[in-house]
């Protein structure tokens, strides 16, 4: 019964920003470190930012400076700010623990534009 939702994608051009959120349920939320993963389209799901129960956070190369995660553990959110976007960030977004180990959701979808 694990629900991970994802919401905020949509169409932004080169450099613009864009907000996603994940609502968590079904699972102890609070006890779980978090992560979003980025599918390009044709690539496999690759995590790009993590965020620890504490709110210790990590970052792949790729994104480091330009993307910020956080969460709201009384909410059950995790929310992950997108900034000064690029082409390459285009694909799916999907939010789980950061072992993969839950019900993957249908993810949201990003696109950037040049």
């Known amino acids: 019964q694990v629900q991970l939702v994802e919401s905020g994608g949509g169409l932004v051009l080169a450099g613009g920003s864009l907000t996603l959120s994940c609502r968590a349920s079904g699972f102890d939320f609070r006890r779980t470190p978090m992560g979003w993963y980025h599918q390009a389209p044709g690539k496999q799901r690759e995590l790009v930012a993590t965020?620890?129960?504490?709110?210790?956070?990590n970052y792949a190369g790729a994104v480091r400076g330009r993307f910020t995660i956080s969460r709201d553990i009384a909410k059950n959110m995790v929310y992950l700010q997108m900034n000064s976007l690029k082409p390459e960030d285009t694909g799916v977004y999907y939010c789980?623990?950061?072992?993969?180990?839950?019900?993957w959701g249908q993810g949201t979808r990003v696109t950037v534009s040049s």
């Open positions: 789980n623990g950061n072992s993969g180990r839950l019900t």
């Open positions: 965020i620890t129960t504490g709110g210790i956070t």
